[in-house]
């Protein structure tokens, strides 16, 4: 990576020393995406029409396939000659060059455009493939179609010159296919969508708890039980659907994946996960277990406590067997063996396991895990592979010549590039794809989380605190698809695009070259190109964001409607009846009565999102900032103490953007209400979603004062029941409190640790609290 660093610098200031042309001038209006390194416009265009002649210099079997897909693509019906061939029709010509231009690197390219010839030169096939691209989207989004009307299109590509190379050299994409299963047809629509954007890693994740699903012919049960679950859980565990379901791919259809990626410049990188998330080849080989099982393919989402037995040899044979299968069918330089999430209860309880750990000077499990980790790395480095692991691998040691994918927040992958080891960049946040990334309240069921498109565009992959050298481990950014909750393919397209493309930029393009207004206006016309291939990808970076603020002074609350889409208009209503909203938004309005508000987006005379509407109450509370006793946390931080009343309900799933979240803490909640009133209710929201270790309040202690020093305890009557509003959101109701006050003190109790049972027995409970309402209003 120091040498593409070095060759990046480079190129850098030889493009700004490019002498300037006179049919040339310094533009940044294409709509080029990942955005190159330089890109000049000049006057005119180049037609390409039937008669077309595509040139490869040299001959070779790489640039002939290589002119085949432009040929394909451009519906032409001249076949490539070898440069210096002459033909006797006046033609255009498109000529693809091999050529030795050390500051472009592997992946980079110069595309040239004048009225008579389109060239594209590199120094690899992998360059003129980009290039190919490139020319692409320089071409109407008629392109992207497959099933094109009879006849050949007359396109023009205006006059340019482009400059092109990658920041960095790992771009990836990842799709878990053990929750559920996609076709092979899909599978090779992803890669194309992925070689579109100049993404060259496509990281397969194929076994799971949840599911085996690459044929291994030594280990056939692997396939014949452990692909296999008898029932999935519907929604967030809440039940089953007591479906059987599965499947698998085999070697062949494996294979031919691989090719066709290869094809477009992807490399697919399949991840056997190892020594955690392995209860499917264990419910086929129970005996390389710990307890020697019985098993069943896991039919819950989560974790599970029985992983592979680091304390027999025979499961070393077994994953080397496994392995020497995998080797065969990719020829992926990386492995990926997962390392993540990898309990250690059986380990600590199984003799052989603490047999292994004496005879090998072991401390405790966890580097009992870095054995296990090495014994395999070491495996594969003798068949001429390299390991990538999530970024548990580095708990008690790292294994030499691993890359770490720092998935748990950056600190990982800050930690292996100290160490001078390779990392790849996939934190949660904002990386992972199966997050929502618009209000869920109108989105599909997501894993959680909040990674917006804008999120995803501002995500900078190397960390600020590492040093030029340190940096320079970084090998690039991925984003991760897992699919718990996404069912399908059309689901899939809806939760990686466009936040994959958004990603391709940041990994592609120079960090000063990347701008957010300048990318969506890009991105509104690669709408079209989605269409065109018949693509599910999200609006929801279209959708409006409905919020209030309270004034600093009155407590007035006024609603604020806002957009990501620079130089977008912003349509509401008010308590709508069925009509679109028409009444153009000039800026924060003040309201005193409770209501409901719609909005839209408009850009450039269309409106591509969805109706945004959203609930806003007033009670006597709202717009009072609150004084909290204790700390919440900065991941659950909302809009800080006034989302608590800001009379907007919190949306169970959007805990990152409606939710005060206090990790182990109890919520201290004080409110001075401006003058003393009569207080009749007090309405409190709390979230109950275990499977994400939020649980209810023990208790809650609700104490009013018309002083703010001497309190006493609400009368009233306090719930024996919590009424559900939502699914897992909770309305605490104390009513008929008729007491003045003006101060109102609340004091919800943490259950402090999550209960044993739960796969987070023993560790810092959460607490989430949304709105407090004084007198709620009964319409």
């Known amino acids: 990576m120091g040498s593409i660093a070095n060759l990046l610098r480079k190129c850098m200031f030889l493009a700004l020393l490019l002498p300037a042309l006179q049919a040339f001038s310094q533009k940044t209006d294409h709509t080029i995406i990942p955005a190159p390194v330089s890109y000049e416009a000049g006057k005119g265009h180049f037609a390409i029409t039937n008669l077309t002649q595509i040139n490869i210099s040299p001959s070779s079997k790489e640039l002939s396939k290589l002119a085949d897909l432009l040929k394909g693509r451009l519906r032409l019906m001249i076949s490539q000659e070898e440069s210096g061939k002459t033909s006797s029709r ?55 179609n497959r099933n094109p009307v009879a006849g050949v299109e007359k396109w023009k590509v205006p006059v340019c010159k482009i400059l092109d190379y990658p920041r960095f050299g790992y771009r990836g994409m990842h799709l878990d296919v053990c929750r559920h299963m996609f076709p092979v047809d899909f599978i090779k629509k992803y890669i194309d969508l992925l070689s579109m954007y100049k993404i060259n ?32 859980p519907i929604g967030r565990n809440s039940s089953d659907d007591n479906q059987p379901y599965g499947g698998f791919y085999t070697q062949e259809e494996a294979r031919d994946i691989v090719k066709y990626a290869a094809e477009r410049y992807v490399n697919v990188i399949p991840e056997i996960e190892l020594p955690g998330h392995a209860v499917a080849a264990l419910a086929a080989y129970p005996e390389l277990s710990c307890t020697g099982g019985p098993f069943e393919v896991y039919t819950k989402w989560g974790v599970t406590d029985d992983i592979y037995c680091a304390g027999k040899d025979e499961v070393f044979v077994f994953l080397e067997n496994v392995l020497t299968e995998v080797i065969g069918i990719f020829p992926s330089t990386y492995i990926h063996i997962g390392g993540d999430e990898a309990p250690k209860t059986r380990w600590d309880a199984c003799p052989r396991c603490q047999n292994r750990m004496k005879s090998e000077g072991l401390k405790d499990s966890h580097e009992l895990q870095s054995y296990f980790i090495h014994r395999i790395e070491k495996f594969l480095s003798q068949n001429g592979r390299q390991i990538i692991g999530w970024d548990e691998i580095l708990e008690g040691g790292l294994a030499p010549g691993a890359t770490v994918m720092s998935w748990r927040g950056t600190e990982g992958g800050i930690q292996a590039a100290r160490l001078a080891h390779n990392v790849i ?192 109450i007033v009670h006597n509370a709202a717009g009072k900032i609150p004084v909290l006793k204790t700390s919440f946390s900065e991941r659950y931080a909302a809009a800080g103490p006034a989302t608590l009343t800001d009379g ?129 209003p009964t319409n």
């Not at 397969?204 to 085996?212: A, C, I, R, V, Y």
């Not at 030594?218 to 029932?231: D, V």
Request: charged share 20%; proline share 6%; glycine share 8%.
């Open 648 to 776: 907007c309900r919190a949306q169970a799933l959007a805990l990152n953007s409606d939710w005060l979240g206090f990790q182990g803490n109890d919520a201290d909640v004080s409110i001075d209400l401006g003058n003393e009133i009569e207080i009749q209710n007090i309405n409190i929201g709390f979230l109950h979603n275990p499977g994400n270790w939020i649980f209810l309040p023990t208790d809650v202690e609700i104490t009013l004062s018309t002083d703010g020093i001497n309190y006493q305890p609400a009368g009233g009557m306090r719930p024996e029941l919590l009424t559900i509003r939502e699914p897992v959101a909770i309305d605490y109701s104390h009513v008929r409190i008729n007491t003045f006050a003006r101060y109102i003190r609340i004091v919800a109790k943490n259950r402090g640790i999550c209960p044993e049972g739960h796969p987070g027995a023993g560790e810092k409970a959460w607490l989430f609290m949304d709105e407090i309402m004084v007198n709620q």
């Open 90 to 144: 006046k033609v255009n010509t498109i000529t693809l060059k091999i050529s030795d231009t050390k500051e472009i690197g592997k992946e980079g390219y110069k595309l040239t455009v004048n009225k008579k010839e389109i060239t594209i030169s590199a120094n690899t096939g992998n360059g003129i493939f980009y290039g190919i691209q490139t020319l692409f989207q320089l071409l109407p989004s008629d392109i992207e």
């Open 425 to 616: 960049m996939t934190p949660g946040r904002p990386c992972y794809f199966d997050h929502y990334q618009g209000n869920p309240a109108g989105e599909p069921l997501g894993f959680g989380g909040y990674n917006t498109l804008k999120n995803v565009y501002e995500y900078e992959p190397i960390p600020a605190v590492l040093t030029p050298d340190e940096a320079r481990y970084i090998l690039g950014s991925q984003g991760n698809v897992w699919t718990e909750y996404i069912t399908n393919s059309d689901h899939v397209e809806y939760m990686a695009f466009p936040r994959a493309i958004a990603l391709a930029e940041v990994n592609w393009s120079a960090k000063e070259k990347r701008n957010w207004d300048n990318f969506v206006d890009r991105f509104v016309i690669h709408t079209n190109r989605l269409k065109e291939r018949g693509v599910n990808y999200s609006k929801s970076s279209f959708n409006v964001s409905i919020r209030t603020q309270p004034d600093p002074v009155t407590g007035d609350l006024s609603v604020v409607l806002e957009s990501e889409i620079p130089g977008s208009k912003i349509l509401y209503s008010l308590n709508p009846t069925g009509h679109n909203p028409e009444t153009k938004y000039k800026g924060p309005f003040k309201i005193s009565n409770s209501l409901k508000v719609a909005a839209i987006l408009e850009v450039n005379g269309t409106k591509p999102g969805n109706i945004t509407e959203r609930n806003i």
């Open 201 to 232: 890693n496509f990281h397969w994740h194929l076994t799971e708890d949840q599911g085996w699903r690459l044929e291994i012919k030594k280990y056939p049960l692997l396939t014949e039980i452990g692909s296999m679950r008898s029932s999935s």
